[in-house]
């Protein structure tokens, strides 16, 4: 690699001395980029820049994305992630350069790392390239600091653009990286007219005497007290079909960012969030995390309790199956001579936490049912091996994919049928399954344009939140955490589902779980804390709880 010259060198120096790792300090790049207490997120947000930009140089100069945010967790806490320029996440082979620039210990160790990845990476620096990074922040209070800090970043790099596009949800950034570099249009706007319009095209196609009016009469959405409550409240103007009402909604002084509210908060304590009582039993609703990546739905059951009717993001994932199944068995004309019109490989991606109950049902339905490693980057690069590919966690994190080769080959299907069999029952799913590929968000898990696509199956079928939560019944489950010295001792194989290291582990945990009735357990290393996970399923809650401890048991006795 040619000398970058006196003006990169200079200019990465400055940046690194503006935002000094301090003495203690270890920063870690991982699913969610890198987080902290807010207030000391300086030095990673700045060398984040550095990586954004020269990830866009590395690919000719193609947009890349820098979301500030730490989605949902508390609004002290805030962070940063880097958007690759396919509107996924960055690269994981980048990964291992993120956390060693992040924690450069001088200028001139920061320098000398970014020349070294230069050369390993063939990206030559100072030679008039040009690079662009689209920043974008949700509401927390150090976001508009820290956008500023991530700006200086950015400009380490000569030739990069630093484009603020403003405060916006986590998924809205993917989307206008993705379009940005497909030469479509990416603007905040484009985004929102996108998402309803294809929202109104799916219902106007929901079949006569199936939609229930019912159903649109009111549905009340959790925003979390963060972005995506104020970009719904933007948009609920337009989504005349549904009458919606937004709790908190992320207004000055309606309450705190994540604070007892939002989508994880509902999905792991499963009782209804604040701002919600009484008065809500039997009311449809839905809750969002902090920055809009993540849907539940929930209903509280009774005005005495707290407690909810969870419908989480295994019974989201459900719920798509069943509606893309729908219209693909019409597309193909299942009972007809000339079926397979659309061949399609239709795939499901899940991880170890998903409900065993939610697999079964998945399988029986005849479908492709795939596991990967836990992390939405192994799920979303799974799903992207289909036709369509769906993958949601059951936190409520997921989207549907539709790949760059079946999309032609449905919109040339429709085309067909709209000049032979126009109105047809076939040309209706193939226009179903078209505007659902519109309306979902294709770069990431988009709790807006997810709720838009669950009101529209609802609608379609005619189906209360009642017939959806009876898909099926849920296994009960206990999650436990136990303390490890090192835990890197335990490897696992198979997803995540057995342990192949240490030796003789997992054949006591099967031995235990052959113990309980409809029994699962695995164990797993945390890829945060020295602890080791224990997720365990049964029949029944003491059951679960039961097999948990004993497994749990069983770790601490073997790695100590």
């Known amino acids: 690699m040619a000398d970058p010259g006196g003006e990169q060198r200079a200019a990465l120096l400055v940046a690194a001395s503006l935002f000094p790792v301090p003495d203690g300090a270890h920063f870690s790049y991982g699913t969610a980029g890198f987080r902290a207490e807010g207030s000391t997120m300086a ?3 700045c060398r984040a820049g550095i990586v954004a930009a020269l990830r866009s140089v590395k690919l000719g100069g193609a947009a890349v994305g820098m979301v500030i945010t730490a989605s949902h967790n508390p609004v002290d806490d805030n962070g940063v992630k880097i958007v690759d320029a396919d509107g996924g996440m960055m690269s994981r082979a980048w990964e291992p350069f993120s956390d060693a620039l992040a924690n450069a210990p001088t200028p001139d160790a920061l320098l000398q790392l970014v020349l070294q990845f230069a050369k390993d990476e063939g990206i030559t ?7 662009q990074v689209l920043l974008a922040r949700d509401t927390r209070p150090t976001g508009e600091y820290l956008l500023d800090v991530a700006t200086k970043g950015i400009n380490a790099i000569v030739g990069s653009v630093a484009l603020d596009m403003g405060i916006l949800t986590t998924p809205q950034l993917h989307w206008m990286v993705r379009n940005k570099n497909r030469g479509l249009k990416s603007s905040e706007v484009d985004y929102f007219t996108q998402i309803t319009e294809s929202f109104r095209h799916l219902l106007e196609l929901t079949p006569d005497g199936k939609g229930s009016d019912k159903l649109m009469e009111k549905l009340i959405v959790d925003g979390a007290n963060g972005i995506g409550g104020l970009k719904l409240e933007e948009i609920k103007a337009k989504l005349a079909s549904l009458d919606i009402v937004v709790r908190n909604s992320g207004k000055e002084g309606e309450g705190i960012l994540n604070e007892r509210c939002g989508a994880d908060f509902v999905q792991k304590e499963k009782v209804h969030p604040a701002g919600f009582g009484p008065n809500d039993v039997g009311v449809r609703c839905a809750s969002f995390d902090g920055d809009a990546d993540r849907l539940v739905y929930f209903r509280i059951a009774s005005p005495s309790s707290t407690m909810i009717d969870l419908v989480d ?3 989201i994932l459900s719920l798509f199956v069943l509606f893309i199944r729908e219209q693909l068995d019409i ?4 009972d ?5 019109v659309l061949p399609t490989r239709f795939g499901v991606v899940q991880t170890a936490y998903a409900n065993g109950a939610s697999t079964e049902f ?10 990967t490693s836990t992390g939405v980057k192994y799920l979303h690069k799974k799903a992207l091996e289909y036709d369509i590919g769906i993958y949601f966690e059951a936190n409520g994190h997921g989207t549907v994919l539709f790949s760059d080769e079946f999309v032609p080959r449905l919109e040339s299907l429709t085309s067909k049928f709209s000049s032979k069999a126009a109105g047809s029952t076939r040309h209706e799913a193939a226009l179903r399954l078209l505007a659902t590929s519109q309306l979902i968000n294709q770069a990431v898990g988009d709790a807006l344009s997810g709720m838009l696509l669950v009101e529209a199956i609802l609608q379609h079928k005619g189906w209360s939140l009642q017939n959806w939560s009876d898909l099926y019944t ?21 997803a995540e589902r057995k342990v192949f290291q240490p030796s003789g582990l997992q054949e006591l945990i099967d031995r235990e779980v052959g113990n309980y009735s409809q029994g699962r357990c695995f164990v797993r290393p945390s890829g945060t804390e020295d602890v080791v996970r224990v997720y365990a399923e049964a029949s029944t809650v003491e059951a679960a709880d039961s097999l948990a ?3 749990a048991q069983l770790v601490e006795r073997i790695l100590g």
Do not use: M, W, Y
Not at 336 to 340: I, L, Y
Not at 474 to 489: E, F, G, I, M, Y
């Open 125 to 131: 620096l100072g030679e008039g390239h040009s690079a």
């Open 313 to 315: 993001g295994d019974k």
């Open 549 to 551: 401890k004993s497994v």
């Open 331 to 334: 597309v193909n004309g299942k």
């Open 474 to 494: 849920d296994l009960p489950s206990k999650q436990l955490k136990v303390k490890v010295k090192d835990r890197t001792c335990i490897i696992t194989t198979d």
């Open 362 to 371: 998945l399988k029986n339905l005849g479908l492709e049912v795939v596991f």
């Open 336 to 340: 007809s001579e000339d079926n397979k």
């Open 43 to 45: 030095p990673a947000v």
